[in-house]
Nanobody, 123 residues
Framework: VQLQASGGGLVQTGGSLRLSCVAS????????MGWFRQTPVKEREFVAA????????NVIDSLKGRFAISRDNSKNTVYLQMNSLKPEDTAVYFC?????????????????WGRGTQVTVSS
């Protein structure tokens, strides 16, 4: 499986970005997909996950209402919509695929990772 994240960039506080993650190789549409983020001073943290069908999602409580995850299996793509961005959202965002079910938030339950995409929110 290869995962390619894109859509990062520089945005002002209050702005929005939509990240995309395109999967190739193994049938990604059969598996949970997630987003994580990492800064130079923080460990990689869970952001959101979506079930294989997209019918179930899990967003970390602190980001609910601002971030949303979705997927389009016809395009083998998972999205992370980020609204009302804050400087503390600045991070490298990674997409990942989990062979486990139940929308895991544990980083160790994700088996495949893409390269990250940088999101920078200016104040």
């Amino acid at each position: 499986v290869q995962l390619q994240a894109s859509g990062g960039g520089l945005v002002q506080t209050g702005g929005s970005l939509r990240l995309s993650c395109v999967a190739s190789g193994r049938t990604s549409s059969s598996f949970t997909m997630g987003w994580f983020r990492q800064t130079p001073v923080k460990e990689r943290e869970f952001v959101a996950a979506t079930s294989a069908s997209g019918s179930r999602t899990n967003v970390i409580d602190s980001l609910k209402g601002r971030f949303a995850i979705s997927r389009d299996n016809s395009k083998n793509t998972v999205y992370l919509q980020m609204n009302s961005l804050k400087p503390e959202d600045t991070a490298v965002y990674f997409c990942a695929l989990s062979l486990a079910g139940n929308l895991p938030s544990n980083i160790n339950r994700y088996n495949y990772w893409g390269r990250g995409t940088q999101v920078t929110v200016s104040s």
